[in-house]
């Protein structure tokens, strides 16, 4: 009896404490690559397994995309990646694109000082200067340990052989198909109807992808490439030059940094906005027990909600490209700024969007973006996310040298208090200027708990990363949810205008949406797009790696 009094306390203890979640994703041992296409996937994790390390893989898996998911992969536009070295260094890289330099404040802007329709969304005059060849140059100068050679290599041989049509793929070419046919003819070879099973090959962009291992960067910079650029971009009625692509330059930036509880968040800084938002929603979120709440319960719902509209009415006006803008990170980073913010806070009823504007402070991005992870052996990690903007960019594609054009100025303020095509309002922190970068809404993210890395997560989606990301992190760490169905949960968004919270189509019950309702929220009625696609890696208890690769999109979870 008296031995059944010791032990007993010992079971319960066992009983109560919390058990580790079990994981429902792909799981490996030592390295993975989550991406939008299992091809890219593949590519860069066999650049593991052949002793690169995660920056050479990221130098693969960012130009396979290119090839496997030209919706959003590319050479013509640009994106950011945070790292953290096994070491527990980390950094961001901002491979932006910019403004030409003949860009100016007013130049979508008609004779009466109203925005022309399309002018920044569509064809040659919406393409920003790409970043992205400079940022992956960039990312192999300072980190990478194989020869160029042996990662575009495998890269090139994908071009040349091609990349077989999805079911998902091909819906997507055929939903566009008349808008890329409109921009570039019905010559182009995206006029072509492409079926399920059917093989696209691309050998004009596996010439250019020659080009840049023979030369570097300058092999797209300079010379024969940029010359052909410039020239067929002009030619459709824009404005990037050979000056302008021979001066844009990457940026190494020191990322986001916040605690949320016992954990440590590495977010982008501007000209992402994704790291200064999701910091303003964890920390007014932090004072609550969401998880006691429960998972997409009302209560919970409302709390993120009610955080994200005052973080999205900062970020619409405060923030832009730091190299043009003070932006006064100290004091919307605040705990005495953010409790401010939320003191007006109830969940008796919402707080109107029309009742928040920015801060109080005193100082004189589409379901078209794509996002990777990646950890290698040795325990470096990648969280990368990289965009054209919209749906195939610009439309306009560059048959000479195999890929798509931007439609990246479309994310400056065309005119401050006019929405973009995301519904975000701009600012005055947001105009366009020459060599400028825009605003973006991308959140690439390394979180990390006890000291070690915890999860690696990012997600396409215009307005909607940041509030994708920030679910998928709360989903693993206040709802213990494994990997994989963090990232399969379903999701909901509010950015402060318009007014209203976005469900997807699967996974809220009418009586939820009702009980909202009933409290005063609006709830958007109608056929919802789906919400981000996450890419995310968490590292188990044990070290393994859980994938959790986005069932909404082809993503795919590769490794050993």
């Known amino acids: 009896m ?62 396979a995309l290119a090839v496997a998911y030209p919706f959003a992969g590319n050479l013509g536009g640009g994106g950011f990646i945070v790292y ?15 403004a030409p330099l003949s860009a100016h404040k007013d130049m979508y802007l008609d004779s009466l000082g109203n925005v022309i329709p399309n002018m920044s969304i569509v064809g ?130 020191q990322p986001v940094v916040f605690k949320y509880k016992d954990l440590q968040i590495i977010s982008m800084s501007p000209p992402s906005s994704g790291g200064v938002t999701i910091n303003q929603i964890f920390k007014m979120i932090e004072p609550y027990n969401i998880s006691r709440y429960g998972h997409n319960s009302t209560k919970a719902i409302q709390l993120f909600t009610e955080a994200a509209r005052r973080a999205y009415a900062d970020r619409n006006y405060f923030l832009g490209d730091p190299d043009f803008v003070d932006i006064p990170l100290d004091v919307l980073l605040s705990d005495s700024y ?81 929405p973009n095509m995301f519904g975000l309002i701009g600012a005055e922190a947001n105009s366009i200027a020459p060599e400028k970068r825009m605003l973006s809404s991308m959140t690439p993210t390394i979180v990390e708990k006890d000291g070690k890395l915890f999860m690696v997560v990012g997600t396409p989606g215009g307005s909607t990363i940041i509030t994708a990301v920030a679910q998928t992190i709360l989903n693993v760490y206040e709802f213990d949810l494994s990997m994989q169905e963090a990232v399969n949960a379903p999701r909901f968004h509010h950015q402060w205008l318009p007014d209203v919270i976005t469900f997807e189509e699967e996974g809220f019950s009418p009586a939820l949406k009702s009980e909202l309702g009933d ?42």
Not at 33 to 45: D, H, L, N, P, Y
Not at 125 to 154: C, Q, W, Y
Not at 159 to 170: E, F, L, M, R, S
Not at 533 to 559: F, P, Q
Request: contains cysteine.
């Open 124 to 253: 040659a005059t919406a393409v920003g200067v790409p970043g992205t060849v400079a940022g992956v140059m960039e990312v192999h100068k300072r980190f990478g340990s194989l020869p160029l050679s042996d990662i575009l290599n495998p890269v090139i041989a994908l071009a040349k052989k091609g990349v077989v049509v999805t079911d998902k793929q091909a819906k997507r070419l055929e939903n566009y198909r008349e808008r890329i046919i409109a921009v570039n003819s019905d010559s182009t070879k995206f006029a072509a109807n492409f079926k399920v099973g059917d093989t696209i090959k691309y050998p004009q962009l596996a010439e250019t992808l020659g080009k840049i291992l023979q030369q570097g960067r300058d092999g797209f910079y300079k010379g024969e490439v940029a010359l052909k650029l410039a020239s067929f971009i002009q030619e459709n009625g824009g404005f990037v030059t050979e000056e302008d692509l021979e001066k844009y330059e990457a940026k190494w930036r």
């Open 338 to 418: 953010l409790e401010e913010r939320m003191e007006n806070f109830s969940f008796k009823n919402p707080t109107l969007s029309s009742e928040v504007s920015h801060g109080n402070i005193e100082i004189v991005e589409s379901d078209e973006t794509t996002h990777y992870s990646i950890v290698d052996a040795q325990g470096n990690a990648i969280s990368a996310t990289t965009t054209l903007n919209g749906g195939y960019g610009s439309k306009l594609y560059c048959e000479e040298l195999g890929f798509f054009l931007n439609n990246e100025m479309d994310d400056f303020s065309a005119k401050p208090g006019i």
């Open 519 to 560: 409290i005063g929220y609006q709830i958007y009625e109608g056929k919802n797009r789906i919400i981000g696609k996450v890419d995310a890696i968490k590292v188990l208890e044990n070290g393994k790696l859980e994938g959790g690769a986005d069932k909404r999109g082809d993503d795919a979870a590769v490794g050993f």
């Open 2 to 63: 008296r031995r059944l009094i010791l032990v007993l306390p010992f079971v319960l203890f066992l009983h109560c404490k919390k058990q580790p979640t079990v994981p429902t994703g792909i799981v490996t041992e030592k390295a993975m690559v989550v991406s939008a296409r299992e091809e890219a996937s593949k590519i860069g994790s066999k650049i593991m397994e052949n002793g690169g390390n995660a920056f050479d893989a990221m130098v693969a898996t960012e130009l």
């Open 84 to 98: 953290r070295q096994s070491n527990g260094d980390i950094g961001g890289l901002d491979y932006r694109e910019k």
